[in-house]
């Protein structure tokens, strides 16, 4: 199982951009699904997750500018993202509960993605 991350970039703050992130291999379902994002010289944090029935959970500081959103059919999680600011300038990680037997479920992460939000 892979996860693929893409989206990332170069955005003028107030500007948007949409990572996706899609989940290929022997998958029976996948459980939550997230995104994570890691700053020069800080911890890592959760960003946004959303569950298998759609509920979702955000970080305080992306609250109302992030959008998670999830396309079971595509195995595929995309978090828009809006108002961008300097301090969003970090590497992004998707993460996922993946099913891959009846009775396994481990966790995956996707390569990480780069997002600048510069003038």
């Known amino acids: 199982v892979q996860l693929q991350a893409s989206g990332g970039g170069l955005v003028q703050p107030g500007g948007s951009l949409r990572l996706s992130c899609a989940a290929s291999?022997?998958?029976?379902?996948?459980?939550?699904m997230g995104w994570y994002r890691q700053a020069p010289g800080k911890q890592c944090e959760l960003v946004a997750n959303?569950?298998?029935?759609?509920?979702?959970n955000y970080a305080g500081s992306v609250k109302g500018r992030f959008t998670i959103s999830r396309d079971n059919v595509k195995n595929t999680v995309y978090l828009q993202m809006n108002s961008l600011k300097p301090e969003d300038t970090a590497v992004y990680y998707c993460?996922?509960?993946?099913?891959?037997?009846?009775?396994?479920?481990?966790?995956?992460w996707g390569q990480g993605t780069q997002v600048t939000v510069s003038s």
């Open positions: 993460n996922a509960d993946i099913r891959v037997e009846p009775r396994v479920t481990y966790n995956y």
């Open positions: 291999g022997s998958i029976v379902s996948i459980n939550t």
């Open positions: 959303i569950f298998s029935g759609g509920s979702t």
